[in-house]
């Protein structure tokens, strides 16, 4: 990535940081060329402060990093797009940009996916006592998978009522035992989906 620091008196790149699952712009700031070598070694967002003068890794005292998914460089290479997941509010203010509380502008279904399978994954690694998630790994996959059967056929009974409530009940129910048997599969719901796409005519 050959930058164009040139372009600026100062030398510094201006650096937007997007929600990866969301697309929420996060933040604006700059960078120099430690602060990207240092953003992508430490796999947190560091930018180099021009009141400060010096570089400074975002969370550092609050707690809530950037942490870097990918950097994209601008068809100019003077500008940088950084999508990185937060780990907390992104404001100093306390709300989750330093524009306002973002609008939702990706579906829903996509960033809940993503939220359930990282609380599955943490389950999974953790195997808390009282986890009914841990307790199913802990069971082997023949469980993992009796259960999707099972909540496969309970949504099938369900199917054939008028119910919606209890319907869109056992609908969730599969969908987060599903979730649990793709971990186990070492597959993720994005997986499910690149097949899909491969099927499109």
């Known amino acids: 990535?050959?930058?164009?620091?040139?372009?600026?008196?100062?030398?510094?790149?201006?650096?937007?940081?997007?929600?990866?699952?969301?697309?929420a712009v996060l933040m604006l700031g700059f960078m120099n060329e430690e602060s990207l070598r240092m953003t992508k070694e430490s796999g947190k967002v560091t930018f180099y402060s021009r009141s400060r003068q010096k570089l400074w890794t975002k969370g550092e005292t609050s707690g809530n990093f950037l942490l870097v998914v990918s950097i994209t460089a601008d068809c100019d290479n003077d500008t940088l797009l950084i999508q990185a997941h937060p780990t907390g509010p992104v404001c100093h203010t306390g709300t989750a940009t330093c524009f306002g509380e973002p609008e939702t502008t990706r579906p829903l279904t996509g960033d809940l996916i993503n939220e359930l399978e990282t609380v599955i994954s943490q389950r999974e690694k953790d195997?808390?006592?009282?986890?009914?998630?841990?307790?199913?790994?802990?069971?082997?996959?023949?469980?993992?998978?009796?259960?999707?059967?099972?909540?496969?056929?309970?949504?099938?009974?369900?199917?054939?009522?008028?119910d919606r409530e209890r319907f869109l009940s056992e609908a969730a129910d599969l969908l987060f035992h599903y979730l649990i048997l793709l971990k186990a599969k070492e597959a993720s719901f994005n997986d499910v989906l690149e097949v899909l796409k491969t099927r499109r005519r």
């Open 1 to 23: 990535m050959m930058l164009d620091h040139d372009k600026y008196a100062d030398g510094l790149i201006p650096a937007i940081v997007q929600d990866e699952r969301t697309g």
């Open 127 to 162: 195997r808390v006592a009282d986890s009914y998630i841990a307790g199913l790994f802990d069971k082997g996959i023949n469980k993992i998978a009796q259960k999707v059967g099972e909540e496969a056929v309970e949504l099938v009974i369900e199917s054939k009522d008028h």
